[in-house]
């Protein structure tokens, strides 16, 4: 994952999460966690679609033709901004659906390089996450000797 895509999937903060209460002996990805996340992917996926019919209000309801240039472009940037954060989000929420479709395929939760159980925290913490901690670390770690 990019600095950019982390920098997205960090700034969508869920409201109103409650984490998981493991019990024990609990077999790991049961009904009850997979519930659980198809719930907080659920709410994150909802939260950027307002985050979405906000920003298209926004510039139906500030698009003005400014006389002054300076102001013109200042318009301008700020439109290219939230316009590229909803190109961003828009990824996630493809991201999202496609994670939500994991958990029905019963794909879910295991590391996509080894299959190792990526754990309840982590996938708490980043859903979409798709590698376990060490796989994603090794990742980082060639990225950053490649210069990627």
Same mark, same amino acid.
């Given at each position: 994952?990019?600095?950019?895509?982390?920098?997205?999937?960090?700034?969508?903060?869920?409201?109103?999460?409650?984490?998981?209460?493991?019990?024990?002996?609990?077999?790991?990805?049961?009904?009850?966690?997979?519930?659980?996340?198809?719930?907080?992917?659920?709410?994150?996926?909802?939260?950027?679609?307002?985050?979405?019919?906000?920003?298209?209000?926004?510039?139906?309801?500030?698009?003005?033709?400014?006389?002054?240039?300076?102001?013109?472009?200042?318009?301008? @940037?700020?439109?290219?901004?939230? #316009?590229?954060? %909803?190109?961003?989000?828009? $990824?996630? /929420?493809?991201?999202?659906?496609?994670?939500?479709?994991?958990?029905?395929?019963?794909?879910?939760?295991?590391?996509?390089?080894?299959?190792? @159980?990526?754990?309840?925290?982590? #996938?708490?913490? %980043?859903?979409?996450?798709? $590698?376990? /901690?060490?796989?994603?670390?090794?990742?980082?770690?060639?990225?950053?000797?490649?210069?990627?």
């Amino acid at each position: 994952m990019s600095k950019k895509q982390a920098a997205v999937e960090n700034t969508s903060v869920l409201k109103n999460f409650t984490p998981y209460k493991l019990k024990k002996g609990e077999e790991y990805m049961n009904d009850s966690q997979k519930d659980h996340f198809k719930s907080i992917l659920r709410d994150w996926r909802n939260q950027l679609m307002e985050e979405v019919d906000r920003t298209v209000h926004h510039l139906q309801d500030e698009a003005a033709n400014y006389p002054d240039p300076a102001d013109r472009a200042t318009q301008e @940037e700020e439109f290219s901004l939230e #316009l590229r954060t %909803r190109d961003r989000e828009r $990824k996630l /929420i493809k991201k999202i659906d496609s994670t939500i479709e994991k958990i029905a395929q019963d794909d879910y939760g295991y590391c996509e390089s080894c299959g190792i @159980e990526i754990g309840i925290r982590r #996938l708490e913490a %980043r859903p979409t996450a798709d $590698k376990c /901690i060490d796989c994603k670390t090794l990742d980082e770690i060639r990225e950053k000797q490649w210069g990627a």
